[in-house]
């Protein structure tokens, strides 16, 4: 479930960043494959690291998961925070990030958190197996 404010009694487990990575109108989705929440497409994401702002984790999160060096003054946040509980318990407040590249980059995956990739355009991902919540992330940043 997502908020786009604090509910009353939330109290985060950690907080977390997503990036859409868009290339010519697709977005970069990779196929899980590590320890939790495996099997499904997701975007490059993670847990911010404690003294790291938003926007330093998800350029980070980005090099690590998918080998994209990106350019912090070219991302763009998406919408404020959110707040975020999915089914098995975890709540997490969510920092949601956009970087549209003008070349196409080449993808270097983290073997261990990820098995394949693709680039497809946000609407017809709508219907894959995402990670919790993520069509929800995809149609408040393609509206």
């Given at each position: 479930m997502i908020y786009s404010h604090?509910?009353?009694g939330f109290t985060a487990d950690?907080?977390?960043v997503g990036c859409f990575v868009e290339y010519l109108g697709r977005i970069l989705l990779i196929f899980r494959s590590g320890k939790i929440y495996s099997n499904v497409w997701g975007l490059p994401s993670g847990k911010v690291e404690e003294g790291e702002s938003?926007?330093?984790?998800?350029v980070r999160e980005v090099?690590?998961?998918v080998?994209?060096?990106l350019d912090p003054g070219t991302l763009e946040k998406v919408c404020d925070?959110?707040?975020?509980?999915f089914k098995d318990g975890?709540?997490?407040?969510?920092g949601l990030y956009r970087a549209v590249l003008t070349e196409k980059p080449i993808v270097n995956l983290q073997r261990e958190a990820a098995s394949g990739y693709c680039w497809a355009f946000p609407r017809d991902v709508l219907c894959w197996s995402l990670i919790e919540d993520l069509d929800e992330c995809i149609r408040i940043a393609y509206p």
């Open positions: 604090k509910p009353i950690l907080m977390a938003f926007l330093d984790a998800a090099e690590e998961e080998g994209i060096a925070d959110l707040f975020i509980e975890n709540k997490f407040i969510y």
